[in-house]
């Protein structure tokens, strides 16, 4: 299971940390990752971190946001600074045993458990 937490309400700029619990798995080399899907629109990869300690993120958010994970925790947050409008949606938590070579085109698909998400709202 995952359980995700730290959504809410902030102005442009401002900043939001989400939380992500695991619980089920070996933490430590489960891939977990960070999606968020706006009204009308597809889910989109945000950012995930390997077991190795390796991090991706999504175009729309290199420079500004940042995951980490506290494997003692089994938890994985998602730092989001200098937030924008555009960045409204409701944010999942997801994990995944692994990545495959040229995950990157598909990521959905990698990521086979998934939180409830939270609503991450960024007025203007």
């Known amino acids: 299971d995952l359980v995700e937490s730290g959504g809410g309400l902030v102005q442009t700029g401002g900043s939001l940390r989400l939380s992500c619990v695991a619980s089920g798995r070996t933490f430590s080399t489960t891939v977990m990752g960070w999606f968020r899907q706006a009204p009308k629109k597809e889910r989109e990869f945000v950012a995930a971190s390997a077991g190795s300690g390796n991090t991706y993120y999504g175009d729309s958010v290199k420079g500004r946001f940042t995951i980490s994970r506290d494997n003692a925790k089994n938890t994985v947050h998602l730092y989001m600074n200098n937030l924008e409008p555009e960045d409204t949606a409701i944010y999942y938590c997801?994990?995944?045993?692994?990545?495959?070579?040229?995950?990157?085109?598909?990521?959905?698909?990698?990521?086979?458990?998934w939180g409830q998400g939270t609503q991450v709202t960024v007025s203007s």
């Open positions: 997801a994990a995944a045993p692994f990545l495959r070579a040229g995950w990157t085109l598909t990521p959905v698909q990698e990521f086979d458990t």
